[in-house]
């Protein structure tokens, strides 16, 4: 090939065509493909063989940093870098801490949840070979694609465009990289 | 939402019960393509800016730019320029506070929570309604801003080292309402976006068929290079559950915490344990509320009735009627309370909030807030949109005077007689807080004019044709 | 599409948030520089209308800081000398003195020489000299080393994080009473353990408790 | 300790910039100032001259001033320190000095100490030295300083307009005296006001012989002493009483305000206080009987109070005299007296003093007839109080012409020349002698006043008189003590003295003050000159120089010819004759404070209201003349005594006509009148006069003549239809039944001393310091060990039921402070000081209305008469105006409470506890929440709304557009040793946090030069808030509560000790001992309760239910009186917000 390639592209135009070549083309052991679709497609992850996401594990990960950031910033200026009596209340109790600490919970929570999910998505990404294609915008509408990435080990042209006819994708061409 | 795999054999209880099964309401009518979502819901950026639009846009800027000469007035005399006097040193700046602040729950409500009870109806009205959260929240973080004496302090109220090597007092609710409102505003304004990213990358493309190449770029820069990959799917619903699932948390803590403004002082009529529930509950309505009052115009203006159905207004006025149902509910509550602790103290505050010389805010406030939602009894009612309207006017104007009842005739009337006073605001008060129904509206047009109103993603997700299974009615 | 975002394009996240920190950097720099008492203060040496030098006075002549800061053991306030208790020396050396016209025509007239003021707290804060310099804080604590300076510079912020450091952990600060005018002597602290000893009976037998609260110093 | 100003006449650029430092500089540079720190400050002043000795010169003073903000770097504007030129001996840069002076009204003086900082006196304080005060002084004293720096005052000398030299002055001065030297006099005429000064009384001896015919006539718009013709008639002699409060236990006072209105009042107070002071239940209580028919502090503190007409004070006089004298001359003077006064209570009230012979008083007020005095003489000699309870003292007889004699003499037309010194008779002279017109006709007419006003105005030649404070001269203080009036600071406009005015005029060798005052005092204490005079000025008092006591005997014949007339028939008053009584107002006096902005702001202490005066009405005549609040509906709390709009009382303008003249003013309905009297404050709505008093109230002088000028009758009101708001401070006046002045009688209180237990919130919670530490069980301890458990507590701070522990308060004292409401008189001095002390803003009438005063401490005026309704849900009982009421009087300031809810609410620490137990305040870490002062119960923390240091009153609302700046003179009066507050920041009262600090600095200062580093703890006495050091009844104790033996543990052992809102746990380290009231049980008022018990009782206990707490405080119900009676029923499930 001259130009380098990225993939082949087939369009689907219901959920269930896709779904169901998604699971012919999972099945035939592809690892470096994707399907493009305007909304998430229930039951697609699985017809994918797609694990279940880790960003929870970053989520709670963020969850505690923000607890103990609370806690440990209450403690620290009130009881420990200037401890001042304030309404006779102690220097430091979790119980006042609380709200704050709690707050802070749900904020490192977003953050981490936010920044785990476009880190693991690998966005922002501006440029990228899918959106060079020229349909791509009927795939933020109303059309399905599946992308198998030539990288992927058992792409082959022929094979693999086959695979895709077979599975009833349409408008099969090549993506630039 | 991947909930398909869920149905499993049902419990045994419920096979004994067996209950009634439900039709399930449609969510998008007339069975509409989600060509003709996306066409519905772009066409509205992508349109010509109707003339009304610029009729209103340049309305709100004015009624704006009250806020801003008020609050600028305010800046440059001193906080004297309020109505604020001993003994009532909060009045309508923390009514206003609280009042946008609970509007701002419907929003972070609809999204999240009901998003985690898997409440399908929410998807026409959340984006609308996360917007006005963060709009809300623009108007009802000026207040609490702008209400200190010297806010060109105001950064003392942040954890930030300096040379005075004094820190925040942690004990202080109104700490806790720096903590709270600002992870409220971070964390809707992201979650709003998260939900957004979909969206802007349909724009991105739909510009760019049309040869708009700067705004193509603008949406484009925002939208994160989105391809509608389902691996990133995979993990954008991920994080969409959890973000709605710590912002349910969120909106509860949030309101709590205004709440412990005065459930933490010792004020009799603020120092109420009722209050967090009852300022949550007070929130969703006075939100809902909010929500009905600018959904119907806008549905109206749209012709969204496919898009907002009958359904989706029947559920809000539910939800008001419970609501404020439970409000009620606080307002006996606070009553019985206050005669059962039998200190003569808490008692006189309840006593003069029904009949003292604020009688009339308190009437007010039982009549828009308990009396109005009891027509959401009816069926007729709820089927009559512009009757709707008019009682989600009044929830608002009841919310507000809820909030003026609690706030000022606690105030006016507490422990030693010598001190009582009387309340009234000033004209710049008044200008002010009218002024940010003016911001509101100025960001909320912004948004309808150049943001999708509605989430495509999630409306296309929850018509038939979306489903795996080949359409019509899951399983 | 791709017209829209070169290849390149993917980069500018990641630039952007490097641009962003060092900008963020710049301004709590910059903030810190200007703003904090640390740097607007430390360094501070004007022009005096008269350029006096200490060093001179106390290291060549000999005098102690009481001479001319007389009050410094009594009054909230050490006063700066009046040009009468310049003359009395002045008024049998270097008489003439080109540089001592403004004190000469100080003392004739009665009108003040405009110093100026160094070393100053700001308006809420209310400093007490006597209580310091009578209970072992020696004047270079918060002036320096003021007995080698030519020209006075300011050498400590005294801003309030500094006052706090000391009045958390006086021992640290203590001279023997004895010394306290003595520039030149060393914190008992600073005196092997025989001193940190000597410092520990002093914070106990003289009951120092300096105040860590507002109303010691704001009023 | 003589101060020789020698100095040149100021310069125009004194006089017009703003300089004033020049000439404190060169006041500071004149050699031989020695100052009174040697008695203040004992250790340090001898440490002071001792390197005073050692070091050649050691003092200089700096005056910092902000030198232009050249940008030295622009990083950091420079400033300049500007130490004096000149050394200055005595002045030490950072540290007051305490001078001792007096200030002159009327015939007394009230001896003070002034504080100066660089000779800038900034504060002014009794002078301890003069035992009768015992260092207490009085509100006008306090606000006095603030007329020094007034801007408005008299800056020039002038002439015809234009401004005279100090030596045109002093030529102009001589020349008169030279011009009737010839003519003895005649043609030449004086109008001065009254003074106590020796120097002046010598001057105008010496004056009066050299020019015989010269008029010299003296005039005061009120009289404070009692008419000299009484005791000339009942004794032959020219005496004067001087009444000994503290010997007598039962007092009665016929219109006698002997708090305020009489002179010598500050002694009265205070010996009063003595007698009414109980520590133990062993103690004997005085008893007080007032009739009256304003409504006046002392009536406030009255037993038994008598609602009376002053017209008919005679006849009340005659019936006790008739019964306590046992003799029937009087008989005829009390026909008709039956319809007002029951026999009852006149035979029980005389029986009782009759029972306390020799410790009995009876008063009576000076602007009544001397008649009643005589009377009042007569009981007082035949009960032996004479010697006892009451001492005469010879006076000088008077022997200047009256303002009539004058008016006379100028309508003849024999008036060539006028000289008026001091006073404003164009504005305050009876309104039937047509004064100003009279004025104006006088060909010369030379003025010595302070600042313009309405006589100044008329006069071709306006002297600008000196302030006090500037000034050298002295004076007697009531009971003749003399005390100098010594200058603190030269003159700031060149003002010039009565005695340098008069010794000018009289050829005077010398006319310097000081070597006036020195002659006279050299002749009075004998000896040499310059000693006595250092001694004089150095103790502030000449010792020995009261008037002497002279016995006196009663003259039954002399007190007959008084009463040779035929007894008037006694009036009966109506809304259509009504009695008219002109009072001196509390703050303004006769008027002259018209412009004192601390006075002008200060609410009255009984009607309340700030910023004006108003025609008093007894509620019944209000009814009469439709002047009654509607309140609502169900009433659920009492009715406003007034009309109230949104928070302001609106008040009606009525027009008083009285013997055909009329006067228009507000009518504010006063509890507790006489019911057809109404009471006309003097010293309001003065036409000429400087910014801050110009529009505040109305002048009632016009309607007031020769004849009726105390008590006029024939009154009538008419409403004009208009209304004016009056700044009101307290817009309710009940306390709701609430716990809040917590009252006994004291037959209860000997019974149960700690009565203040069992009443309240917290008699029925759990106690807040634990399970077992009642109140009960503490009462159970002796105390010394509730002493040392005050103590204890202070420092740990027991848990009680609290979910926290609290951090400990380790500082080496712990400040408490304990407020004795039994002696409480209510008389505003506290708030003044206060304001003084600590550099409190003036917030103007406008924004008093709006409830922005700034007052760190208050005080609380409840009336009780025992109607309130036991029902939450109200009823007729609260739609009353009580028409008879009892005061209950509170003063409110920060009371530092250990678990302050304020500082828990504060985001930002601006408010937090130091370890000394002090609420502190923060203004520069302050950003304005106001959180704070929503919770604070008390409600004593006050927000700066406005820059209102910066901003003028007027312009408040001009933001920055507005002027900015204080005037150079104001910013004089400023304490710098308390921060000026900025808008936007809360402040309050931190038990005066400057006075502590310096306190503890100054002791350990030497301590450490005594070589006793060690002894830290300052000496109890030693440091003294401001409202405590004033206090002339000494209701405030104030101190270390660490140490048991303490005044303040002592006053807080004391059984009837409480917190206010004690319930709230919030442990206030102010703490109030309860009030008690003494009845006599016999009379027909009695009342078994003090009534706002009755009303607390009908509140929380209603009588269904009594009995069911099963706690020992209620004990046996006592009798509840009518008005309990009445609504005794009251149903359980009504009260709603009640205890049961």
Not at chain 2, 416 to 431: A, M, N, Q, R
Not at chain 3, 194 to 215: E, L, R, T
Not at chain 4, 181 to 195: E, R
Not at chain 4, 214 to 240: C, H, L, T
Request: hydrophobic share 40%.
């Amino acid at each position: 090939m001259a130009a380098p390639s990225y993939g082949l592209i087939a369009t689907f135009d219901t959920t269930p065509d896709l779904y169901h070549a998604a699971e012919k083309v999972r099945d035939a052991g592809y690892r470096h493909w994707d399907c493009i679709t305007p909304f998430p497609v229930h039951g697609l992850d699985k017809a994918m063989g797609l694990k279940r996401s880790i960003v929870p594990r970053i989520s709670l990960c963020g969850g505690i940093a923000g607890f103990c950031t609370g806690m440990s910033m209450i403690w620290w200026t009130g009881a420990v870098d200037y401890p001042l009596i304030v309404g006779g209340k102690p220097l430091f109790s979790p119980m006042f801490a609380f709200p704050v600490s709690y707050e802070l919970t749900i904020l490192f929570t977003a953050f981490a949840t936010i920044g785990g999910m476009l880190f693991l998505n690998g966005l922002p990404m501006h440029y990228h070979p899918v959106l060079k294609y020229e349909h791509i915008r009927r795939g933020m509408d109303d059309q399905f694609f599946l992308v198998i990435e030539t990288r992927d080990p058992r792409f082959n042209l022929a094979n693999t465009k086959a695979l895709l006819e077979k599975a009833g994708g349409k408008n099969i061409s090549e993506l630039e990289a | 939402m991947a909930h398909a795999e869920h149905a499993a054999t049902p419990p045994a209880i419920l096979q004994e019960v067996k209950p009634a099964v439900l039709p399930r309401a449609v969510m998008v009518a007339n069975n509409r393509s989600f060509s003709w979502i996306t066409e519905k819901i772009c066409g509205i950026i992508e349109g010509k800016t109707p003339t009304w639009w610029w009729v209103c846009f340049i309305l709100a800027c004015l009624v704006a730019s009250f806020t801003v000469a008020g609050i600028a007035y305010l800046i440059a005399t001193g906080v004297g320029v309020w109505g604020h006097a001993n003994p009532v040193n909060w009045a309508w700046d923390i009514v206003n506070f609280v009042f946008w602040i609970g509007i701002g729950h419907a929003g972070t409500l609809i999204s999240a929570i009901l998003c985690l009870l898997r409440q399908k109806w929410r998807t026409s009205i959340n984006r609308a309604a996360e917007a006005m959260t963060i709009f809300a929240v623009v108007c009802a973080g000026i207040f609490p801003v702008f209400h200190v004496g010297r806010v060109w302090y105001a950064w003392y109220l942040f954890p930030i080292p300096n040379s005075n090597a004094i820190w925040q007092n942690f004990r202080s609710p109104l700490e806790w309402d720096v903590f709270a409102v600002s992870t409220y505003g971070t964390v809707s304004v992201l979650f709003w976006y998260v939900g957004l990213l979909p969206d802007l990358a349909v724009l991105r493309d739909r510009f760019y068929a049309s040869g708009n190449k700067l705004r193509s770029a603008l949406y484009g820069f925002f939208a994160l290079g989105w391809r509608g990959s389902n691996r990133h799917w995979s993990n954008y619903e991920m994080a969409y559950l959890i973000l709605a699932g710590i912002s349910t948390p969120l909106v509860l803590s949030v309101h709590t915490i205004v709440s412990f403004d005065f459930a933490v002082s010792l004020l009799p009529g603020w120092h109420t344990t009722i209050f967090p529930p009852y300022f949550v509950a007070g929130a969703i309505f006075s939100g809902f509320g909010m929500v009905l009052t600018l959904m119907l115009p806008l549905r109206a203006i749209y012709r969204m009735e496919d898009l907002i159905t009958q359904y989706h207004i029947d559920c809000m006025c539910k939800i008001t009627l419970a609501t404020g149902t439970i409000v009620g509910y606080a307002y006996a509550m606070e009553f019985f309370i206050a005669w059962y602790g039998a200190n003569p103290y808490e008692g006189f505050a309840f006593i003069n909030r029904a009949f003292g010389h604020y009688a009339w805010a308190y009437w007010i406030m039982i009549s828009c807030n308990v009396i109005t939602p009891q027509f959401f009894w009816f069926k007729a009612v709820r089927e009559n949109t512009s009757f709707v309207w008019i009682l989600s006017i009044f929830v608002n104007v009841g919310m507000w005077f809820e909030r003026f009842v609690i706030i000022v005739t606690s105030l006016a009337r507490d422990f030693l007689p010598s001190s009582w006073g009387y309340y009234s605001p000033s004209i710049v008060e008044i200008f002010t807080f009218f002024g940010t129904f003016g911001v509101f509206s100025v960001l909320f047009l912004l948004f309808i004019r150049f943001l999708p109103i509605m989430p495509m993603a999630e409306l296309k997700a929850v018509t038939p044709q979306a489903d795996v299974h080949g359409g019509g009615d899951h399983h | 599409m791709s017209k829209l975002f070169p290849k390149s394009a993917n980069k500018l996240p990641l630039q952007i948030i490097i641009y962003l920190g060092v900008l963020v950097g710049i301004a709590t720099a910059g903030v810190t520089y200007y703003m904090t008492p640390k740097y607007t203060r430390v360094g501070y040496a004007p022009l005096q209308p008269v350029p006096f030098s200490h060093a001179k006075h106390v290291q060549e002549v000999g005098l102690d800081c009481r001479y001319c800061h007389s009050n410094v053991d009594k009054s909230a306030h050490s006063n700066v000398p009046t040009s009468q208790t310049c003359m009395n020396c002045h008024n049998q050396i270097k008489t003439t003195s080109p540089l001592l016209a403004p004190v000469r025509e100080s003392a004739a007239t009665g009108k003040s020489v405009p110093w100026v003021w160094i070393h100053k707290t700001p308006d809420y804060a209310y400093f007490n000299h006597s209580i310091h310099v009578n209970r072992g804080i020696s004047c270079v604590e918060c002036h320096g080393k003021v007995n080698e300076m030519d020209v006075v510079t300011h050498t400590q912020p005294l801003s309030m994080s500094f006052c706090l450091e000391c009045h958390r952990n006086p021992a640290a600060a203590l001279r023997d009473p004895k010394d306290v005018f003595n520039l030149d002597s060393k914190r008992l602290a600073d005196q092997g353990e025989a001193g940190a000893k000597q410092a520990a009976a002093f914070v106990h037998d003289w009951k120092v408790k300096p105040p860590q609260s507002c109303s010691g110093c704001h009023r | 300790m003589k101060r020789i100003f020698e100095h040149p006449a100021p310069s125009a650029r004194e006089l017009n910039g703003p300089t004033y430092w020049r000439s404190l500089d060169e006041l500071a540079a004149s050699p031989g100032f020695v100052d009174q720190l040697k008695r203040e400050f004992p250790q340090g002043a001898a440490e002071l001259d001792g390197v005073d000795r050692r070091h050649f010169m050691k003092i200089m003073a700096a005056s910092f001033a902000l030198g232009g903000v050249g940008l030295a770097g622009c990083r950091r504007p420079e400033v300049n320190i500007l130490p004096f030129g000149k050394s200055v001996e005595g002045i030490i840069p950072g540290l007051p000095q305490y001078y001792a002076t007096a200030m002159p009204l009327r015939q007394s003086a009230i001896p003070l100490l002034a504080e100066t900082h660089q000779g800038r006196p900034t504060k002014l304080e009794g002078n301890p030295t003069y035992t009768p005060h015992g260092g207490a002084s009085s509100l006008l004293a306090q606000a006095s300083i603030l007329d020094l720096y007034d801007p408005d005052r008299a800056t020039a000398h002038r002439k015809g307009g234009a401004v005279l030299k100090a030596e045109a002055v002093n030529d102009l001065l001589a020349s008169v005296g030279k011009t009737y030297t010839a003519s003895q006099g005649a043609g030449l005429a004086f109008l001065a006001d009254q003074s106590s000064s020796p120097t002046r009384a010598r001057l105008v001896k010496k004056l009066r012989r050299k020019l015989p015919k010269a008029v010299w006539a003296e005039y005061e718009p009120v009289n404070d002493e009692p008419p000299i013709a009484a005791a000339r008639a009942v004794f032959g002699a020219d005496v004067k009483p001087i009444y000994q409060f503290a010997k007598a236990k039962r007092i009665l006072s016929l219109d006698a305000d002997f708090f305020h209105a009489e002179s010598g009042s500050l002694y009265y107070a205070r010996e009063f206080a003595k007698g009414r002071r109980v520590k133990s239940k062993d103690d004997a209580m005085n008893r007080l009987y007032v009739a009256e028919s304003a409504f006046t502090l002392t009536g406030s503190m009255a037993d038994h109070r008598l609602r009376l007409a002053s017209s008919h004070m005679l006849a009340l006089a005659a019936a006790i005299g008739t019964k306590t004298l046992d003799t029937e001359i009087l008989k005829p003077l009390t026909d008709g007296l039956d319809a007002f006064v029951s026999q009852k209570w006149v035979e029980e009230c005389a029986q009782d003093l009759i029972d306390h012979k020799g410790a009995s008083l009876v008063v009576a007020g000076a602007h009544l007839p001397p008649q009643v005095h005589a009377i009042a003489y007569a009981i007082n000699a035949l009960l032996g109080n004479i010697g006892q309870t009451v001492d005469f003292v010879a006076v000088e007889p008077a022997s200047a012409a009256s303002i009539s004699d004058l008016a006379a003499a100028v309508k003849s037309g024999s008036v060539k020349t006028l000289v008026i010194l001091g006073g404003n008779p164009a504005y305050n002279a009876p309104a039937d002698l047509d004064w100003a017109k009279l004025q104006v006709s006088v060909a010369d007419v030379i003025c010595l006043g302070y600042a313009a006003d309405e006589t100044s105005a008329l006069a071709g030649t306006q002297l600008a008189a000196a302030h006090y404070l500037e000034s050298w001269g002295d004076a007697r203080t009531a009971d003749g003590t003399v005390v100098p009036v010594q200058p603190m600071i030269l003159p700031l406009f060149g003002g010039i003295t009565q005695i340098e005015v008069l010794a000018r005029i009289a050829g005077e060798a010398s006319a310097d003050g000081y070597a006036l005052v020195s002659d006279t005092i050299t002749a009075l204490a004998g000896g040499d000159a310059d000693k006595a005079m250092r001694r004089f000025l150095h103790d502030g008092i000449l010792a020995g120089s009261a008037f002497a006591k002279t016995a006196v005997n009663f003259d039954q014949r002399g007190a007959r010819a008084l009463f040779r007339d035929d007894p008037k028939k006694i009036e009966t008053f109506s809304a259509k004759n009504l009695e008219v009584r002109f009072v001196t107002d509390h703050k303004m006096d006769d008027g002259r404070f018209n412009n004192n902005g601390w006075l002008q702001e200060c609410p009255d202490p009984i009607t309340k209201i700030s910023w004006d005066n108003a025609i008093l009405v007894s509620p019944k005549l209000g009814k009469e003349l439709g002047i009654y609040p509607q309140g609502s509906k169900l009433q659920i709390a009492r009715v406003e005594e007034n009309e109230f709009s949104i928070g302001k009382e609106n008040s009606r303008i009525f027009e008083l006509s009285v013997g055909g003249r009329k006067i228009k003013g507000p009518v504010h309905i006063q509890p507790g009148l006489s019911n057809y009297t109404v009471v006309v404050p003097l010293g309001y709505g003065r036409t000429v006069t400087g910014h801050v008093g110009k529009g505040a109230g109305f002048n009632a002088y016009p309607a007031r003549t020769v004849a009726g000028s105390d008590v006029a009758t024939g009154g009538t009101l008419t409403d004009t239809g208009t209304r004016l708001l009056l700044a009101n401070t307290q817009e309710h006046w009940s306390m709701e039944g609430r716990d809040i002045v917590r009252e006994a009688n004291f037959d209860e209180y000997q019974k149960n001393p700690g009565y203040v237990d069992d009443i309240g919130t917290e008699s029925h919670s759990p106690a807040i310091y634990g399970a077992d530490k009642t109140p009960t069980n503490d009462n159970k301890l002796s105390r010394e060990d509730r002493a040392k458990q005050t103590t204890a507590r202070a420092k740990e701070i027991p848990r009680g039921g609290s979910m926290y522990a609290t951090p400990k308060f380790d500082g080496h004292h712990q400040w408490g402070m304990s407020i004795d409401l039994n002696t409480c008189i209510g008389c505003n001095a506290c708030v003044v000081a206060c304001q003084a002390e600590n550099n409190i803003p003036i917030v103007g009438k406008d924004q008093v209305m709006r409830g922005r005063e700034m007052h760190w401490i208050r005080l609380d005026r409840y009336y009780s008469d025992g109607r309130a309704e036991g029902g939450a849900f109200g009823g007729e009982g609260n739609r009353e105006i009580p028409e008879d009421p009892q005061v209950s009087l509170q003063p409110v300031a920060c009371a530092q409470c250990e678990l302050a809810p304020c500082e828990v609410v504060c985001p930002v620490n601006a408010t937090v506890h130091d370890e000394e137990g002090l609420n502190t305040m923060a203004y520069n870490r302050c950003i304005g929440t106001r959180y704070c002062a929503n919770n604070c119960p008390y409600k004593v923390r006050r927000f700066n709304f406005f820059d209102f240091n910066q901003r003028q009153l007027d312009s408040l609302y001009l933001g920055q557009l507005g002027p900015k700046g204080m005037p150079e003179l104001v910013k004089m009066v400023k304490n710098p040793e308390v921060t000026v507050r900025m808008r936007g920041v809360m402040e309050k009262c931190t038990y005066c946090v400057q006075r502590i600090q310096n306190g503890k600095i100054q002791h350990k200062v030497a301590m450490a030069q005594a070589g006793r580093p060690g002894d830290v703890v300052v000496p109890d006495g030693t440091i003294k808030t401001a409202c405590q050091q004033v206090c002339p009844v000494e209701a405030i104790e104030f101190g270390n509560i660490d140490d048991p033996k303490s005044a303040v543990s002592l006053a807080k052992a004391r059984e009837q000790d409480y917190s206010l809102l004690g319930y709230l746990n919030i442990r206030p380290r102010t703490t109030y001992l309860g009030k008690l009231r003494n009845p006599n049980p016999k009379m027909p008022d009695y009342q078994s309760l003090p009534l706002s018990r009755v009303e607390y009782n009908s509140k929380n206990h209603p009588p269904s239910d009594h009995g069911a707490h099963g706690h020992e405080g209620h004990g046996p119900a006592p009798a509840a009186p009518k008005a309990e009676k009445k609504h005794g029923m009251i149903d359980t499930a009504k009260t709603l917000g009640g205890l049961s």
